[in-house]
């Protein structure tokens, strides 16, 4: 008798190893970034968001596929997101220099939300890498997709001008500038 597939949503669901974690946790980021382009369509002033969030939406997919399966992520990918970066990070630098509360706009926050999933992705691969060898370049992208969503937030909430607000942990206090040359 053949199996019935609607009674399985992923087919390595019952294995024990940490790249079924990974997997699941980069298609959740795959799916948050597939809300934040729905909500950055929206706003014309926003379509070069759109557009990198489109390139970035398979490329999510290629990372989740790419530690079962053929290695998919590649140096030219890795450059071309460190490129997204540099492009938004030369608008908002400035904003950027304290720890900020993850607000705003809702494509702002959908992108800080995807920034959550980034991260959660990256703890998902330390897991991998502790059950079997994982790519160095598999880390570098996933930790520098979070900060393309982090970037892509403020951006967006500069866009729409919606202020920044910084946080002041209390928990961590922050080293302040001794001099000028360190506050650059």
Do not use: W
Not at 16 to 39: H, K, Y
Not at 78 to 95: F, N, P, T
């Amino acid at each position: 008798m053949k199996k019935d597939m609607r009674y399985l949503c992923y087919p390595y669901m019952r294995e024990s190893a940490s790249t079924v974690d990974f997997e699941i946790r980069t298609d959740s980021m795959t799916t948050r970034i597939g809300q934040a382009v729905s909500l950055v369509k929206k706003n014309a002033n926003l379509i070069t968001v759109y557009d990198h969030l489109m390139e970035l939406l398979p490329m999510a997919y290629h990372l989740n596929g790419s530690v079962r399966g053929k290695l998919a992520i590649e140096e030219q990918d890795l450059a071309r997101l460190s490129d997204i970066y540099d492009l938004y990070l030369e608008v908002v630098h400035e904003q950027i220099t304290q720890f900020l509360l993850p607000q705003g706009s809702d494509a702002a926050c959908a992108l800080h939300v995807c920034r959550s999933e980034a991260k959660k992705s990256v703890r998902a691969l330390h897991k991998v890498s502790l059950e079997r060898d994982v790519p160095k370049i598999l880390f570098d992208y996933t930790h520098l997709l979070a900060n393309v969503f982090f970037v892509m937030a403020v951006f967006v909430n500069h866009l729409e001008e919606v202020q920044e607000i910084p946080f002041q942990s209390k928990s961590y206090p922050m080293r302040k500038p001794k001099n000028e040359e360190e506050k650059k």
